[in-house]
C-alpha cells in the first residue's frame, strides 16, 4: 500500500493489463497429460501431423524452422476456439515467470509507464528512480526498436514481453525524441521493479477519499487493511471521511482469494460475492466475510472496459448488493475462473476451470458489467513496462479532466446531500 502524499492530484489514469485479464484460483503444479495414442488421439488430429509434417519436409526456407515455437503457437491457436479470449492462455516458462512475479507484487524490467497512441509504442513516463528514468528516456518518446529489431506493427504485448528481462541485463531502446529527426539509442540495465496495488489520497477540498486497486495480487488485501487502518485513523483524529471514491479502471484482475478478502471489507458479512458453476453445473458461492473495515462509508467505483476478472467480480458484487453505483464505461466481460496447470516444461497453461455469476445469477461474460452512469472517457491505454501501472504522478501524464472521477465526486454529494450530510 502506497499513501501518494506527495501527489498533488488525483491520479487521472489508472493501470491497464497488457491486454490479458487475469483471474486465478489456484496452481496445479507438476501436471502430467496423459500420452496421446493413436487409441486415444482424435481421428481429427491426423490433419494436424500431416500438415507438421510438410512443413517440417517440405518447407522452403528450413533454417527458420522452430519446432519449440511451432509447438507453442500450436496450442495458442488451439485455446483461441475456446472463446475465452484475453483470459484462458498460455505462457512460455519465462512469460510465466514474469506473469506470476508481478501477480507478487513486482517485475524485472525498466520501470516505465508506456501505452499505444496513435499506433506508436509511446513513453507515458519513466517511473521515479527507475533505469528507465536514470538513462535519460522522457514522456513523449516513440520506441521505435528494441535491441536492434524494429517494433512496427508488433502488438503491445510482444513488445513488453521484450523489453523486461532478468536483474542486471540490459536492453536498448530506439526512441524517437518529440521535435526531433533522427532517433537515439538508450541503453537500459533492468532492475527488479515493485508494484503497489493499493494507492490512496485524500481528496483535496473534500471529506472524500480516493482509493485504487491496481490488481489483485498475493498481498492486495494487506496493503488494504492498512490503507483502510490509515483513513480510520484519520477519522479517529478528527478528520471526517463521508465517501470513497474506489478506483477499478484497468484493473485486470488477480487471485480470487484477494477478490474475496477486499470485497469483505465493504460488504457485510454473509452478502453474496459470485458464484462459480463448474462443467457440470454445480454452483459454489463465496460470501463476504467480517470483520470488514469500511462496510458504512459511501462509495462510488469507477469502472472501464480495461475493468476485467476479479475487478468484474468486485464491481458486480458491490453494485448487485447495493452497496455502490457504477460510474464509467461497460466492463471486459471475462467470465471464467482459471486455474495454471504446469507442464512438463515449466511452461503453463491458465484454463478456464469454471464460470463465475454476479451474486443475481448473471453470466457477463462476453457482455461485461454495465455501469449505472455511463461516461465514455477516451484515455490513453497505459501499461507499466510490463503489467501494471502503480504510483505515478498524475502531472507527468496527462492534466485532461477525468469526467468520469468527477462524475463520482458528484454522485457521492447528491448521496450525502439526500442523507441530509455534506461534503466540506
Do not use: C
Not at 67 to 83: E, F, K, N, W
Not at 282 to 305: C, F, H, K, Q
Amino acid at each position: 500500500m502506497r499513501h501518494l502524499k506527495n501527489n498533488p492530484l488525483i491520479p487521472k489514469l489508472a493501470l491497464l493489463g497488457i491486454g490479458l485479464a487475469i483471474f486465478v484460483a489456484g496452481n496445479v503444479t507438476g501436471y502430467l497429460a496423459k500420452s496421446a495414442t493413436a487409441a486415444t488421439e482424435p481421428q481429427e488430429f491426423a490433419i494436424f501431423w500431416e500438415a507438421w509434417d510438410l512443413v517440417l519436409e517440405q518447407f522452403v526456407d528450413q533454417e527458420i524452422i522452430d519446432v519449440q515455437t511451432m509447438t507453442y503457437g500450436a496450442i495458442r491457436g488451439m485455446l483461441s476456439t475456446l472463446g475465452d479470449e484475453n483470459h484462458t492462455v498460455f505462457f512460455s516458462p519465462e512469460e510465466a515467470r514474469q506473469q506470476q512475479s508481478t501477480l507478487e507484487g513486482s517485475f524485472e524490467g525498466i520501470g516505465a509507464y508506456v501505452g499505444t497512441e496513435d499506433g506508436r509504442f509511446t513513453v507515458i513516463a519513466p517511473m521515479h528512480g527507475s533505469p528507465a528514468e536514470a538513462a535519460g528516456l522522457r514522456a513523449g518518446d516513440v520506441v521505435v526498436a528494441v535491441d536492434g529489431t524494429e517494433i512496427t506493427g508488433k502488438p503491445q504485448w510482444e513488445v513488453i514481453s521484450i523489453i523486461r528481462g532478468p536483474v542486471g541485463s540490459a536492453v536498448t531502446l530506439t526512441v524517437l525524441r518529440p521535435g526531433e529527426e533522427k532517433p537515439q539509442e538508450l541503453i537500459i540495465t533492468r532492475s527488479r521493479i515493485d508494484i503497489d496495488s493499493v494507492l490512496w489520497e485524500p481528496i483535496p477540498g473534500t471529506d472524500f477519499v480516493y482509493l485504487q486497486i491496481t490488481q489483485f495480487a498475493a498481498d492486495t488485501s494487506r496493503e488494504l487493511d492498512k490503507a483502510l487502518l490509515a483513513i480510520q485513523a484519520r477519522v479517529e483524529g478528527g478528520t471526517p471521511v463521508r465517501g470513497i471514491v474506489l478506483d477499478l479502471r484497468n484493473n485486470p484482475g488477480g487471485y480470487l482469494q484477494e477478490a474475496i478478502e477486499v470485497n469483505s471489507h465493504f460488504l457485510s458479512a454473509g452478502k453474496i460475492i459470485l458464484h462459480e458453476r463448474d462443467a457440470d453445473g454445480r454452483i459454489s458461492t463465496y460470501r463476504a466475510r467480517g470483520p470488514g473495515l469500511a462496510r458504512d462509508i459511501p462509495m462510488v467505483v469507477l469502472i472501464n472496459e480495461g475493468t476485467a476478472s476479479a475487478a468484474e467480480i468486485s464491481a458486480g458484487a458491490l453494485q448487485t448488493n447495493g452497496r455502490a453505483k457504477l460510474v464509467g464505461e461497460t466492463t471486459l466481460g471475462t467470465g471464467t475462473v482459471l486455474r495454471p496447470f504446469t507442464l512438463s516444461d515449466q511452461s503453463v497453461l491458465r484454463l478456464g476451470v469454471t464460470n463465475w455469476l454476479t451474486p443475481d445469477m448473471q453470466l457477463i461474460k462476453g457482455e461485461g458489467i454495465q455501469p449505472d452512469v455511463v461516461i465514455d472517457q477516451a484515455a490513453a491505454a497505459t501499461v507499466v513496462d510490463g503489467f501494471f501501472l502503480a504510483d505515478v504522478a498524475p502531472d507527468e501524464l496527462h492534466n485532461h479532466d477525468d469526467l468520469q472521477f468527477t462524475s463520482a465526486l458528484l454522485l457521492l454529494n447528491i448521496e450525502l446531500a439526500q442523507n441530509g450530510q455534506t461534503s466540506n
